[in-house]
């Protein structure tokens, strides 16, 4: 099974909301990054949260990790119409090699209705 | 997307042909990925390369291969052997984050 787990798989708000999108994951991790995708292109790196960082903030994103949890979440605060997308947690984990193996969860598919 | 062009944007093959799906950056980055998504689904690691003639096998690398000759360059060939090759594929480097190609969506007919 996957590393991180996205909850919820989608989620349907009108613009100005707030949107939350949870990530769990199984194992200890080095950081945990927040991706998003336009449909049918690549992935846009969000943010990035080691794991001795319990918050992090870019623009009107917010992020916070809670490793005792082996959770995390993504905030998008004021949503628009442009950030219908969908939204993926990755997790980090270094063993011998310097860059480490990233492992996606299954994404949670954000719409903001305008 | 910018740095990292894959070609071509769809393609379509026969069962039983092998495939090169292309992956060329400008990064400068040492570590270069490739990703299998299926629909609705999370990226699963295929394939990467930390450094010029190195690579290790992803959690789905079988029917695949790969080859790191040039810094720049990180081809993946999808062969016969591939059960059920029909996807989105996408490539990425890294130098701690992670950036992706536009991706490649193969079809076998």
């Known amino acids: 099974s996957q590393q991180g787990e996205e909850d919820p798989q989608a989620l349907s708000i009108q613009e100005g909301e707030n949107a939350t999108m949870n990530c769990s994951y199984k194992t200890s991790i080095n950081n945990l990054q927040w991706y998003r995708q336009n449909s049918g292109r690549g992935l846009v790196h969000l943010i990035l949260?080691?794991?001795?960082?319990r918050e992090k903030h870019s623009g009107r994103l917010r992020v916070t990790l809670d490793t005792s949890k082996k959770s995390s979440s993504l905030l998008i605060t004021a949503s628009r119409a442009a950030d219908t997308a969908s939204y993926f947690c990755?997790?980090?984990?270094?063993?011998?090699?310097?860059?480490?193996?990233?492992?996606f969860g299954q994404g949670t598919i954000l719409t903001v209705h305008p | 997307d910018g740095g990292i062009t894959q070609s071509p944007k769809y393609l379509f093959r026969k069962e039983g042909q092998n495939v090169t799906l292309s992956c060329e950056q400008n990064l400068n980055h040492d570590a270069m990925y490739w990703y299998r998504q299926d629909p609705g689904q999370g990226l699963r690691l295929i394939y990467y390369?930390?450094?010029?003639?190195?690579?290790q096998k992803g959690d789905i690398a079988e029917g695949y291969s790969v080859s790191r000759e040039k810094k720049e360059s990180f081809p993946l060939t999808v062969t016969s052997a591939q059960k059920n090759p029909t996807a989105f594929y996408l490539c990425?480097?890294?130098?701690?984050?992670?950036?992706f190609g536009p991706g490649t969506r193969l079809t076998v007919l």
């Open positions: 949260i080691r794991s001795n960082e």
């Open positions: 990425a480097t890294s130098a701690g984050e992670q950036f």
């Open positions: 390369s930390q450094i010029v003639n190195d690579f």
């Open positions: 990755a997790t980090l984990v270094r063993g011998g090699t310097s860059y480490g193996k990233l492992t």
